[in-house]
């Protein structure tokens, strides 16, 4: 397929333009600089500024871009981009493709979503059928779907692919713990009773193939792994495969000292479930948390 992605430079977004080239498939970066190669095609989100043209030529377009909600402290400036840097691109993308006659149009659009939409579920298992949760990043999630529907509305397979917590050591989740664990200086967030919905960045990948490749399926996607722990669960598996302790519980108002504003989504419980990979058969390289952390300490 000739795919067409935004967000392409990112953490996940690198990792899924190289396994959908050794597949074969042929993809163009959306960038906001001039081009640098034959790959690349410029716009402008923040001006809804993107060439019909370069959109009529894909098959499938796949957004995963967006401000990183953990790469800085939390302040009103840094709420704004992490809402725009999702909502400008995901809109231009979606009335762009809508403009297109109907035999231009690609026939699919993957756009990123985050199970933040379900805010805080406490201990309560869900699926992608549970409605939008409180706080901000739910309401985030909720305009950032919303956006989609103008090519939704032209007849295009929209997919909101709702990403939990990709492993890798690398970055994500997993990247800015390693040091504390390794010096024995880290722990439990809080009362660790919180729920993460993680995913190994292979089953992450086969996923994002997955569901590419699935025609049936349209909607929102929970892209997590089978079993959710709880943060207190995870500590202490990743302090067992590293070999360190992590007796040194944070406390929320540490937290709240050092994280501002994102310290409240840090804490909070999201125990979500893959329903829809499941019910389509989906197959996890990784289906427990030992396997998926034993992979991104040791994966290339």
């Given amino acids: 397929m000739r795919i067409l992605m935004a967000g392409a430079s990112g953490f996940l977004g690198t990792r899924l333009v190289d396994r959908l080239t050794a597949d074969g498939h042929q993809v163009t970066r959306l960038v906001r600089r001039p ?37 800085k402290r939390w302040n009103d400036e840094y709420r704004q981009l992490i809402r725009s840097s999702r909502v400008d691109t995901t809109t231009t993308l979606a009335i762009t493709i809508a403009g297109l006659p109907e035999a231009d149009r690609p026939r699919t659009l993957l756009n990123s979503s985050a199970v933040g939409w379900y805010g805080n579920t406490g201990d309560r298992a869900v699926e992608e059928d549970a409605p939008a949760g409180e706080g901000f990043l739910a309401d985030v999630c909720r305009v950032w779907e919303a956006a989609t529907r103008p090519a939704e509305d032209a007849g295009v397979r929209v997919v909101r692919l709702r990403i939990g917590l990709p492993l890798h050591r690398d970055g994500g989740l997993l990247k800015p713990q390693l040091l ?19 995913i190994s960045m292979a089953d992450w990948l086969d996923a994002a193939r997955f569901v590419l490749d699935r025609d049936d399926l349209v909607g929102p996607v929970n892209l997590v792994g089978p079993a959710p722990v709880t943060n207190a669960e995870f500590t202490r598996e990743l302090a067992r495969q590293l070999r360190r ?56």
């Fill in 35 to 71: 081009p640098r190669t034959a790959d690349e095609r410029q716009w402008n989100p923040a001006a809804a500024q993107l060439d019909p043209a370069v959109v009529a030529e894909a098959d499938a377009v796949v957004n995963l871009a967006g401000a990183g909600v953990s790469d």
């Fill in 245 to 300: 302790p992590a007796i040194v519980p944070i406390p929320a108002l540490a937290l709240k000292v050092v994280l501002g504003g994102f310290a409240h989504e840090a804490l909070t419980s999201t125990r979500v479930l893959p329903g829809v990979l499941t019910g389509a058969g989906f197959t996890y390289r990784h289906p427990t948390l030992a396997a998926a952390l034993h992979a991104a300490l040791t994966a290339p």
């Fill in 180 to 198: 504390p664990f390794r010096l024995g200086i880290a722990g439990r967030l809080g009362s660790g009773r919180q729920w993460l919905p993680w």
